[in-house]
């Protein structure tokens, strides 16, 4: 019979153990559920499993206590010296897996504080987000260059044939005759003719550097 009690009671305290670590905060405060963060100044209030969604992160291996000494506050929270703008959506991130962003908030800032944290999963979306950003941005519409030309009908054929790499011949004008050579009439034209030009993601724009002879 008193075999038997021992082993009810390890048993008990082995459940009283766990409960311990997760709902009552030991002396040093480290195996408590909620977590105060005092990043760059302000203060952040979450749980210690939205901190650890992302187990290799920094701020999973903190809030474990292990191998990082970090100091806190006199509330008790960790000081991170951080952006807090950037530590909310980081945030907000491991609480629901989306990243938000306000319109004004730079997707740079973000990987930033991102890569600080080790939060491999945020990475790589915001490098794929400012990826497609780029795409979208070298997937500008070519603007038009126009030249008009002015040349007389023999040095018409002449001019069209040695037009250089990228220009487009767009228009005639005849505009009449202005010159009188003895009997005959030249005739001059207006000749439009057209290049695009592909804004490159640099914003300068691609023109080869050679004018269209003429």
């Known amino acids: 019979g008193v075999r038997m009690r021992m082993e009810g009671r390890e048993e008990m305290q082995g459940a009283v153990g766990l409960r311990c670590t997760w709902d009552m905060p030991p002396p040093a405060g480290t195996q408590a559920k909620w977590v105060r963060l005092n990043v760059g100044g302000t203060v952040f209030l979450t749980t210690r499993q939205t901190l650890c969604r992302e187990q290799k992160s920094f ?13 806190r506050d006199e509330t008790g929270a960790y000081l991170i010296d951080r952006d807090p703008t950037y530590f909310g959506p980081i945030l907000n991130f491991l609480r629901h897996g989306k990243l938000v962003l306000d319109k004004d908030m730079a997707e740079e800032g973000i990987l930033e504080e991102a890569e600080f944290y080790n939060i491999g999963p945020l990475i790589r979306i915001i ?4 990826e497609e950003k780029d795409y979208t941005v070298t997937q500008v519409p070519p603007k038009h260059v126009y030249r008009v030309l002015q040349c007389q009908e023999e040095e018409l054929t002449q001019m069209v044939s040695t037009m250089s790499d990228g220009w487009r011949f767009e228009q005639l004008v005849n505009i009449g005759s202005s010159y009188n050579y003895g009997n005959e009439d030249q005739t001059e034209f207006l000749c439009v003719v057209s ?16 004018k269209a002879k003429v």
């Open 127 to 130: 490098k794929d987000r400012m």
């Open 59 to 71: 701020l999973c291996r903190l809030c474990q206590g292990e191998e990082l000494q970090s100091d």
């Open 195 to 210: 290049k695009e030009l592909y804004n490159s993601p640099s914003g300068l724009s691609s023109e080869p550097s050679h």
